[in-house]
């Protein structure tokens, strides 16, 4: 079932808007493998992601502190993240992970075929981020970065534009402010 069409969808605060968490939910029931989150907040995107894992048997790995940041400065809840997970069934493909984006996902035994870029909004964390990311992407993988299109998030779109430039991806789409690249080796 797509996000905007669940009856608890708008239970979820976030500002995932629900053309963008229709399209990561398109974008997983594609994928097969697995997909990392950096940036879970309370869990809108990680839910939007989860719900085509339902249907794809992929296994999405959502990373977050759970410390707040600065553009938010209200701390996320890790408890109504695993509510979330809960309430929307995704307990067999959503394995939600506490601790920096840097240190966590090295340690994740997986390769992702999607990676969702959406976590601290400024220009070194979007590169530092995309960088951990980039390590464990297959071959053609799907990247998604958040806020990344005239969403007001300069830092945001710089850090892309420049990693765009400089990595061998091909922009594949925009969907309200998410940017989505595939991996060109």
């Known amino acids: 079932m797509r996000p905007s069409q669940h009856p608890d969808w708008n239970s979820i605060f976030g500002w995932c808007v629900k053309f963008e968490a ?18 879970t907040y309370q ?9 085509g ?15 707040g940041s600065p553009e938010h400065r209200t701390p ?3 408890e109504v993240v695993v509510q979330n ?16 984006s840097q240190v966590v996902v090295p340690t994740i035994e997986a390769s992702f ?14 590169f ?21 299109y005239k969403g007001g998030w300069t830092e945001v779109e710089d850090a892309v534009k420049q990693i765009a430039m400089r990595w061998p991806m091909e922009q594949v789409n925009v969907a309200g402010s998410i940017v989505h690249f595939r991996k060109m080796t």
């Open 43 to 51: 869990g809108r995107s990680m839910v939007a992601i989860g719900l």
């Open 53 to 67: 894992c339902l249907e794809s048997g992929a296994h999405l790995y959502t990373v977050d502190h759970y410390l």
């Open 85 to 100: 997970q809960f309430k929307f069934g995704l307990m067999r493909h959503v394995t939600v992970l506490e601790g920096d």
């Open 22 to 39: 229709d399209y990561l939910y398109e974008i997983a029931r594609s994928v097969t493998g697995n997909i990392v989150e950096i940036g």
């Open 76 to 78: 996320p809840a890790k």
């Open 128 to 148: 530092d981020d995309f960088l951990v990311c980039w390590k464990k992407l297959t071959s053609h993988a799907n990247i998604l970065f958040h806020d990344a």
């Open 113 to 126: 075929d999607m990676a969702y870029i959406d976590g601290t909004h400024s220009y070194r964390a979007v």
